[in-house]
């Protein structure tokens, strides 16, 4: 008898919670220390004498009842290294247990002896590592891309610094080659027709030499927009004006929408209808192939949440949560973005266009107005149909721009490309 209590009393002071069940009793509760009445909040006077599906949810006793029949089937020891059980005031106990398969020598019975071990408070720290350990990586991730932008940012820095001097060098130069040209075709002999044509070519040439120059000052020109409240509508007539020429020679179909009541954006008027003008120019060009071109130009109003929502978180990094902003978009039905070429679109010099037709200037230059407006611009394939999306969003508010060069863009357009 007094064994017994020793043996009660070691039990209800040890640090671990400790059961018992009779097996052949529908594995009936026969011990239930102090700890064990402490982590599942329930008192030996209940415990005891039920069973697992009388003290916890179906889905908990079903899942107890496996183990221990596991252990009587194999004979020995079993580790479970978390379990969970949720007391009756909601609390959520991690426990690692042991159980042991024991015939009691005095009675005959077959017990699962069961030993758990509270790792709760382990288990939330372990939680809470994790959590901070996703944190670091995120923290980590965003600081590489931060880096990433931020050499890229020098680099078109130093592009714009080059190409300011080439440009200062160059232009004078070519002027003197364009007056000599001119001047020497007035004094050829007309039925020389090498002459005529040795000097057309070298007109071309000096003209596309010029065009470049014109797009590296463009390039590195100083960041001052005259920036004025603005309809969209007005601009996008006036550059329909200005490429009628083109648009009608490529025999391109134009359909254009504009919401109505669509907010004012705050313009550089001349340097967004470049911007515009590049964009359409490219449609254009990528619409040589097609049998019917059509050019749909589209404007509406939206507010940031839609449109990170909609396509990529993107243009969080530039505007606000919940700004209000109009897009832009220029969509084309020509042969699209080959996957290779994706992420250098807006690389300066970048062209796929036969020399004399592209100068690879055109998007770069264009994002840098576009993003001194505080705006962004993404070029991507559209999803289902053949061709391209220039989709511009700009901001409703005048704001200082952000100037953003992205290393993100190309893999946004690895993946919605197709
Ligand atoms: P350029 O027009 O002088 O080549 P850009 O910087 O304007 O220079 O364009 C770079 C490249 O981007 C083009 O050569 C072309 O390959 C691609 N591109 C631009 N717009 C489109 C479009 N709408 N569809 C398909 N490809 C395009």
């Not at 991507?380 to 953003?404: D, M, S, Y």
């Amino acid at each position: 008898m007094e064994e017994h209590s020793i043996v009660e009393s070691v039990l209800d002071n040890l640090p671990v919670a400790v059961f018992a069940k009779d097996v052949a009793g529908d594995f009936r509760f026969v011990l239930w220390n102090k700890k064990q009445e402490e982590v599942t909040t329930l008192p030996a006077a209940k415990a005891l004498g039920s069973n697992d599906y009388d003290l916890f949810s179906q889905e908990s006793a079903d899942y107890f009842r496996s183990v221990d029949k596991a252990v009587i089937r194999r004979g020995k020891l079993m580790k479970v290294p978390e379990e969970i059980i949720e007391t009756k005031n909601g609390r959520e106990v991690h426990l690692r247990t042991v159980k042991i398969p024991v015939h009691d020598k005095e009675t005959g019975r077959l017990l699962v002896v069961g030993i758990s071990e509270d790792i709760t408070e382990q288990f939330k720290s372990r939680e809470q590592l994790e959590q901070l350990n996703l944190h670091l990586v995120a923290t980590n991730k965003e600081l590489q891309e931060t880096q990433m932008q931020l050499i890229q940012a020098e680099k078109l820095e130093s592009i714009g610094r080059l190409a300011a001097g080439v440009a200062h060098e160059v232009k004078n130069p070519l002027a003197l080659l364009l007056l000599g040209v001119d001047y020497l075709s007035q004094g050829i002999d007309p039925d020389d027709e090498n002459v005529a044509t040795i000097l057309d070519q070298m007109r071309g040439a000096v003209d596309r030499a010029d065009r470049i120059v014109r797009g590296l000052v463009d390039f590195s020109s100083q960041r001052a927009l005259s920036r004025e409240a603005t309809e969209l509508r007005r601009v996008i007539d006036e550059v329909l004006i200005l490429i009628k020429h083109e648009l009608t020679l490529s025999n391109t179909r134009v359909t254009v929408k504009i919401d109505k009541d669509l907010p004012l954006v705050f313009l550089d008027m001349s340097k967004f209808e470049q911007v515009l003008i590049n964009l359409i120019i490219n449609a254009v060009h990528a619409m040589a192939g097609s049998d019917s071109r059509h050019l749909e130009i589209l404007a509406r109003a939206d507010s940031l949440e839609d449109v990170a929502k909609n396509e990529g978180a993107r243009s969080r990094e530039v505007f606000r949560s919940g700004d209000r902003v109009v897009i832009l978009e220029i969509i084309d039905n020509g042969c699209g973005i080959a996957p290779s070429d994706a992420g250098r679109l807006f690389d300066p010099f970048f062209t796929t266009k036969a020399t004399g037709l592209g100068t690879g200037l055109g998007l770069s230059v264009a994002r840098r107005i576009v993003e001194l407006h505080g705006g962004e611009l993404t070029l991507r394939n559209r999803t289902r149909e053949r061709g391209a999306i220039a989709r511009l969003v700009l901001p409703t508010k005048l704001g200082t721009g952000k100037v953003r060069t992205t290393t993100r863009e190309a893999k946004e357009i690895d993946t919605s490309s197709g």
